[in-house]
């Protein structure tokens, strides 16, 4: 059972990503498979905050010839590398009391707590973090359409140009844009810690604004495109229904038979 957050509480989590020496989805851990790569971002209150945890790990056991096909990770790209329990404790420093995020956690934390216990390091995931599933939050907010990695970036125009081979750090990096994409953008549009805007003489902001009303008169005016429009649409949904109808724009600025209906 979590805490309840408070207003100013700060709110860590660790967008995670692994790749692994076998790629049966279900229950590969059984069968002996091992993680060799970790890739991890950090955002404090729905913000990158420029920490990052990427490691390669030696495992005990060849690489399956499929598995490289996906993530094109060698046993000669491995075999300097350090094993599980040498870097255990950096990875354990850096998730623990987090929120991990991870894509089909069921998979991710499955290798976790396989490689703890075989390790003899006697902690869970579940004991140190709190997880959640991005592909469970992605298909109840979209049922029935593919919700793959892939497929959220497409849906949530997100670029995922670089990604020719799975990778772990940049998976987790494009995790995090698609989980703050489903999940309404920024909390806030203005960061209350920014330093405040120093003030301007009166007879300064005229002299701007007139000029600034003199360039917008030769603007021209542009609408947007029926994709633009609906794509607008759809974020506005997703904001309203993250701020449990409480958007702004919704509540102020659209006439009342205009207002977005949320799906619940």
């Known amino acids: 059972m979590t805490t309840p957050k408070t207003e100013h509480q700060i709110e860590r989590q660790i967008v995670l990503d692994t790749e692994t020496t076998g790629m049966n989805q279900f ?12 890739g991890a971002v950090e955002m404090i209150n729905r913000k990158y905050t420029g920490r990052k945890l990427h490691l390669y790990i030696k495992p005990d056991r060849p690489v399956d010839p499929e598995a490289i096909q996906v993530h094109g990770i060698t046993d000669e790209m491995l ?53 959640t599933d991005t592909l469970q939050l992605a298909r109840r907010q979209y049922p029935g359409k593919r919700n793959s990695l892939d ?8 670029d995922n140009s670089k990604r020719t081979l799975h990778g772990a750090l940049l998976d987790a990096e494009i995790l995090g844009d698609v989980y703050l994409a489903m999940t309404g953008g920024q909390v806030s549009l203005f960061d209350e810690t920014e330093p405040q805007i120093p003030e301007i003489e009166t007879e300064k902001v005229q002299i ?57």
Request: with cysteine; charged share 30%.
């Open 27 to 38: 229950g590969a851990h059984y069968e002996g498979h091992c993680i060799i790569e970790i």
């Open 79 to 131: 075999a300097d590398k350090p094993d599980f329990p040498t870097i255990a404790q950096e990875f354990i420093d850096f998730i623990k009391g987090a929120e991990l995020l991870i894509h089909n956690a069921p998979f991710d934390v499955g290798f976790m707590d396989y490689e703890f216990k075989k390790h003899h390091i006697d902690i869970k995931t579940a004991d140190i973090c709190v997880v």
């Open 151 to 158: 497929a959220l970036c497409d849906r949530l125009h997100i």
């Open 208 to 264: 701007i604004a007139k000029s600034a009303v003199e360039i917008v008169t030769d603007l021209k005016v542009l609408q947007p495109s029926e994709e633009e429009r609906l794509a607008h649409e759809e974020q506005i949904k997703a904001i309203q229904k993250k701020s449990k109808e409480n958007c702004i724009w919704v509540k102020r600025l659209m006439p009342q038979t205009e207002q977005v209906e949320t799906v619940h």
